[in-house]
């Protein structure tokens, strides 16, 4: 039996979770419903530290991550969305380097992952 492809990596606060999948649609569709259920629950709170204050745009409440696997562990692509504190949520790619996948107009995040990890 072949090995699943691709592996979603979710991390919502403190905790870490990993799934596999056979499917690039599969994977999209989870990732996807991992990211929107992290959203609605973003608490939207500014915290506080005595160097200074974090809004809730600038934390990262919460991390999708999804791998497709290649032939050497640092071969396959990797790409992703963010959660911020506010609940807004935004797509990226890149294992070492990160960059933003800029989405388009009338595009969901999910849609911009969609179209920026080829998998």
């Known amino acids: 039996m072949a090995k699943p492809r691709y592996t ?24 996807g419903r991992y990211a929107e259920d992290m959203a609605a629950a973003a608490a939207n709170k500014t915290v506080k530290t005595p160097l200074r204050d974090f809004d ?5 409440v919460g991390r999708v991550e999804i791998h497709r696997k290649g032939h050497r562990p640092l071969l396959g692509e ?31 995040v999910i849609g911009a992952l969609r179209r920026g990890f080829a998998g």
Not at 20 to 29: H, K
Not at 90 to 105: H, M, T, V
């Open 8 to 31: 979603l990596k979710v991390r919502d606060g403190a905790r870490t979770t990993r799934e596999r999948f056979d499917s690039r649609d599969a994977l999209l569709a989870a990732a």
């Open 78 to 108: 990797h790409a992703g969305i963010d959660v911020r504190g506010d609940g807004s949520m935004e797509a990226w790619s890149g294992k070492l380097s990160r960059s933003l996948i800029e989405q388009s107009p009338g595009e969901t």
């Open 56 to 60: 809730p745009i600038e934390q990262v």
